[in-house]
């Protein structure tokens, strides 16, 4: 099993290009999530999908917009990069079950994104 | 929505002394309480977790502790090693859906 993948790795965009950042999950997992990570700032949630053809915000959504392709794929857009969009993003799906490892959240390698 | 903090932000300890790192949250209903492990350039990854009718859990060197009258968590790692240098996040949530992660507490393991 390969997990969570994401691509691409690492992007360069310059300011008001746009970009679809990919995720795929091979475990079968209901809930899928996207986070960007800043230093000293944590792992702070964009948007995630608690099942297929759903989708919510989380805690900082403006100037993204996701799509839950499928049970395996959710992917992430800006659709005008920002320099404040500058960041790690990681994908992340979990399968909360009654009981076991409930709410674990298997993350992806992440996507190191520069807006110039 | 739930308000986390993690003290400390930074800690250094020598090999094979105790490291404690405690994390306060603000929701009541939060009943779930795991620790993620970043290494440096790396995805984070779970390495304990507690539910909310578990006073503590041990997992080899490490254990995660439980106040929930408190509002707080920590977690423990002793006799340290280089390899638990790190960024250490904890994330507790009341719903399945959303953990919210606090800061992080870089921990550094000196020789």
């Known amino acids: 099993n390969a997990g969570v993948t994401q691509t691409p790795k690492f992007q360069v965009l310059k300011t008001g290009q746009s970009m679809t950042l990919q995720c795929a999950q091979d475990m079968n997992h209901n809930s899928m999530y996207w986070y960007r990570q800043d230093p000293g700032m944590g792992l702070r949630l964009i948007y995630y999908?608690?099942?297929?053809?759903?989708?919510d915000k989380g805690e900082v959504p403006n100037g993204y917009n996701v799509s839950r392709l499928n049970k395996r794929e959710f992917s992430l857009r800006l659709e005008s990069a920002a320099p404040s969009q500058t960041s790690v993003y990681f994908c992340?799906?979990?399968?909360?079950?009654?009981?076991?490892?409930?709410?674990?959240?298997?993350f992806g390698p992440g996507t190191r994104l520069t807006v110039l | 929505g739930e308000n986390v903090e993690q003290h400390p932000s930074t800690l250094s300890v020598q090999e094979g002394d105790s490291a404690v790192i405690k994390c306060t949250y603000s929701?009541?209903?939060?009943?779930?309480f795991p620790w993620y492990k970043q290494e440096l350039g790396k995805r984070p990854q779970l390495i304990i977790d507690i539910r909310s009718n578990v006073g503590e859990k041990k997992d080899q060197r490490i254990a995660v502790t439980l106040n929930k009258t408190a509002k707080h968590f920590s977690l423990h790692i002793t006799e340290t090693q280089p390899e638990d240098s790190a960024v250490y996040f904890c994330a507790p949530t009341g719903t399945a859906s959303k953990l919210t992660f606090g800061t992080g507490t870089r921990l550094q393991v000196t020789l």
């Open positions: 992340a799906s979990s399968d909360p079950r009654p009981s076991g490892r409930s709410y674990e959240q298997c």
């Open positions: 999908s608690a099942s297929e053809g759903t989708t």
């Open positions: 929701d009541s209903a939060s009943n779930y």
